[in-house]
């Protein structure tokens, strides 16, 4: 059974600092995605993560993906209020996973404050 | 530019009462999935398919049905609504084969059971 642990589950810090939230998985998977959900929102697609190494970046955000390890870390670069919201890493098997079903962690809510 | 579309939004409903969630997905997409999603918690999928005319369970199906007898849609039904199914469903599309684009997420559907 594939389990998804984010931590921390909740993080308040100040604006301008620097933070990263970790998402481990116990299960062999190669694809990793990261999704950003606003209180009472759909979720929106932040990073796909395909490969052992896989670096993406967008703004204040940073995603990166280590297989060996099981590990992914987003990291949050001079953190602004707009980027306050709950962020959700989910793992794909990568075998016998007609389907592409995603095991979500339980999600990391951040509160950026002034 | 619908992308997933869930119907209703909000839903109050009596224990014991029957309803349907509906999801329409205009992108032509194979797969789709339906997750409920509780307070504190990531999501957990509750039935996916991988094309017209076949599901299959999730991580948490029991007291809950699906049916998919068109592509673009997907119909989650509660037969008889007990106050554990209280949550926020969201409906889910993604395209079959394509490891790139991530699941595209409706906006969600709050029920509360009485």
């Known amino acids: 059974e594939l389990k998804v642990e984010q931590n921390p589950l909740f993080l308040s810090m100040q604006e301008g600092k620097n933070y990263t939230i970790y998402c481990n998985y116990s299960?062999?998977?190669?694809?990793l995605y990261w999704y950003r959900q606003d209180p009472g929102k759909s979720l929106e697609s932040l990073f796909v993560?395909?490969?052992?190494?896989a670096v993406k970046q967008e703004g204040r955000l940073m995603a990166s993906l280590d297989t060996k390890a099981r590990l992914s870390t987003l990291h949050i670069t001079a953190a602004v209020h707009d980027l306050s919201a709950t962020y959700f890493c989910?793992?794909?098997?990568?075998?016998?996973?007609?389907?592409?079903?995603?095991?979500f962690g339980g999600g990391t809510r951040l509160m950026v404050k002034p | 530019n619908a992308g997933v579309t869930q119907t209703p939004k909000f839903r109050v409903l009596k224990t014991g009462q029957s309803m349907t969630l509906l999801c329409a997905q205009d992108?032509?997409?194979?797969?789709m999935y339906w997750y409920r999603q509780d307070p504190g918690m990531g999501l957990r999928l509750i039935h996916y398919?991988?094309?017209?005319?076949?599901?299959a369970k999730g991580e948490v199906p029991d007291g809950y049905n699906v049916s998919r007898l068109k592509k673009q849609n997907f119909l989650l039904g509660l037969e008889s609504a007990a106050p554990s199914q209280t949550s926020v469903y969201f409906c889910?599309?993604?395209?079959?084969?394509?490891?790139?684009?991530?699941?595209?997420f409706g906006d969600g559907t709050r029920l509360s059971i009485l």
């Open positions: 993560l395909l490969s052992n190494g």
């Open positions: 299960t062999t998977s190669d694809r």
């Open positions: 992108m032509n997409h194979e797969y």
């Open positions: 889910a599309s993604g395209r079959r084969g394509s490891l790139v684009q991530p699941q595209h």
């Open positions: 398919s991988v094309g017209e005319g076949t599901t």
């Open positions: 989910a793992v794909t098997l990568s075998v016998n996973n007609a389907g592409n079903m995603l095991t």
